[in-house]
């Protein structure tokens, strides 16, 4: 089973981006300048999806605000070099709908030009989706760390790494329960699931100068240790995902996403960064941007799916 509503994907894609945006431009902001407000720039196109784009003033560090909406600003949207919107930006809401949808291999640009003339721009493309090309389940038990038994559902996910290129994924892994309420209506719960990632992938990396090896980087990798072959990826759901106590439907919605190298880059740091600001004695970290005159990150990603139906 390989569909997935668009209503899904969308709420999926706004929780990804909603944490960027919030997490990101105040640590970006301090790490650049104490005083001054710097442009902010995100987009994060996907095939067949429109793209939206969110651009503001990061805020001082000391701000409640997250951040100061543009005023008199104007915005450029490219496909492929040709212009496909060109407004005013507007920031009513905090995304800017270009009303322009790309394709994969597209390249796109975006620019943001002030009444000043200074213009914040950043570029990317899509690209193409590496396929899942084998799914499988099994149930297991082991000890966790208070000693008692627990269930486990081991995946063995198969990919085909594209061969002499530096590829880059994510995988996430969606809940869908059904369940039948006391006035016999229906009750959809969504949670995203924080599955055990022991596979060697999530942990070597052609950058081991991170001095914090135990960090969770949510699912992102690189193809570091096998380039261009094919490779299983072991992962482990937790018991509690499981459940099918007074559940009609369970669900796991398997996310294999493609990434760009800037948003790989992005995540990575954003993550990195955010562990060491736990850690006082340790240099600031600044966080990856591809954009121009500005900061933040113009990338692409896609994704393919596939799904597990939990039965008792």
Known sequence: ?????????????????????????????YQISKTTSTTVLYAFPMPDSLILVHSSYSENI????????????TITAKINNKVVHESSYQNLNEWHNTNAIAQVNDSIF???EKLDGITTYGATSIPEATKIINLDTL???????????????????????????????????ESIKDSL??????????????????????????????????????GIFSDYIF??????????????????????????????YSLTEEYYNFFRTSIIEETYRDFPIQEPYNIYSNV????GVVAGLSFDTDTITLKE
Request: proline share 1%.
């Open 1 to 29: 089973m390989r569909k997935i509503t668009a209503h899904i994907i969308c709420i999926l894609i706004i929780c990804i981006v909603f944490i960027f945006t919030q997490s990101c431009e105040k640590s970006i902001n």
């Open 62 to 73: 000391i701000s409640t605000s997250n951040y100061k909406n543009l005023q008199d600003a």
């Open 110 to 112: 975006i620019m943001i």
């Open 139 to 173: 149930s297991i038990k082991r000890s966790n760390n208070q000693g008692n038994d627990e269930t486990l559902l081991k995946i063995n996910l198969q990919i085909n790494d594209v061969e002499l290129e530096s590829n880059y994924y994510q995988i996430k892994i």
């Open 181 to 218: 309420l006391f006035d016999n209506s229906l009750e959809t719960i969504y949670s995203t699931v924080d599955f055990s990632k022991d596979d060697k992938v999530f942990s070597i990396r052609n950058d081991e100068s991170f001095l914090f090896p135990d960090t969770d980087f949510q």
């Open 227 to 256: 380039n261009g072959n094919s490779y299983v990826v072991e992962l482990s759901i937790p018991e509690n995902y499981l459940n099918n106590n007074n559940i009609l439907q369970n669900k796991l919605v398997i996310y294999l």
């Open 292 to 295: 121009n005159n500005g900061v």
